[in-house]
T-cell receptor, first 113, second 116 residues
Framework: DGGITQSPKYLFRKEGQNVTLSCEQNLNHDAMYWYRQDPGQGLRLIYYSQIVNDFQKGDIAEGYSVSREKKESFPLTVTSAQKNPTAFYLC????????????FGQGTRLTVV | AQKITQTQPGMFVQEKEAVTLDCTYDTSDQSYGLFWYKQPSSGEMIFLIYQGSYDEQNATEGRYSLNFQKARKSANLVISASQLGDSAMYFCAMIEIYNQGGKLIFGQGTELSVKP
């Protein structure tokens, strides 16, 4: 079955540690996105990529980094520079060109302990 | 600048009645797409409906319709015959094709509660 997979579902991190969230899709989509969602809030765009080996900062990129070495993979690293990383992280992908909807993964809930 | 605004943090509707969720947007791009998503308490994002900026007809998908008023830059979601399972967060989203290279942004959301 085609889809977009995020792992892990729950993640705990100690303060000062970097952590990488995985996002894989087998939909052959060109575009991929990372969002952060805080309780009761909307989705804020962290990074997005329209093509392999290229990505752009979203509205809240500070403290995060990404790579797009393969079409199907768009991992997000939450670095120690991110002051308040506890949140729900959602990854999405789409064909590109804005002509169809984006498909979302199930999300990763990150908690800093 | 690209922006999405949802001014209703929470809405209540009686079961079987219709409800309109408001969404306004701001863009200088001529080519863009508008979306509505539903997010139940489980956290998953469920796509509901899409409207392209060049589409002349309002989009409809079952009980969902998008009231697209381009000149007013509004894209309201209408849910007809509300059901208890419609209780969820609803997000309006926009993608700019040219100016922002496919940047997809979301509004703050509206929490809809359907009363029996």
């Amino acid at each position: 079955d085609g889809g977009i997979t995020q792992s892990p579902k729950y993640l705990f991190r100690k303060e000062g540690q970097n952590v990488t969230l995985s996002c894989e899709q087998n939909l052959n989509h060109d575009a991929m996105y990372w969002y952060r969602q805080d309780p009761g809030q909307g989705l804020r765009l962290i990074y997005y990529s329209q093509i392999v080996n290229d990505f752009q900062k979203g509205d809240i990129a500070e403290g995060y980094s990404v790579s797009r070495e393969k079409k199907e993979s768009f991992p997000l690293t939450v670095t120690s520079a991110q002051k308040n990383p506890t949140a729900f992280y959602l990854c999405a992908s789409s064909i590109g060109g804005g002509v169809t909807e984006a498909f979302f993964g199930q999300g990763t809930r990150l908690t800093v302990v | 600048a690209q922006k999405i605004t949802q001014t209703q943090p929470g809405m209540f509707v009686q079961e079987k009645e219709a409800v309109t969720l408001d969404c306004t947007y701001d863009t200088s791009d001529q080519s863009y797409g508008l979306f509505w998503y539903k997010q139940p308490s489980s956290g998953e994002m469920i796509f509901l409906i899409y409207q392209g900026s060049y589409d002349e007809q309002n989009a409809t998908e079952g009980r969902y319709s998008l009231n697209f008023q381009k000149a007013r830059k509004s894209a309201n979601l209408v849910i007809s015959a509300s059901q208890l399972g419609d209780s969820a967060m609803y997000f309006c989203a926009m993608i700019e094709i040219y100016n922002q290279g496919g940047k997809l942004i979301f509004g703050q959301g509206t929490e809809l509660s359907v009363k029996p």
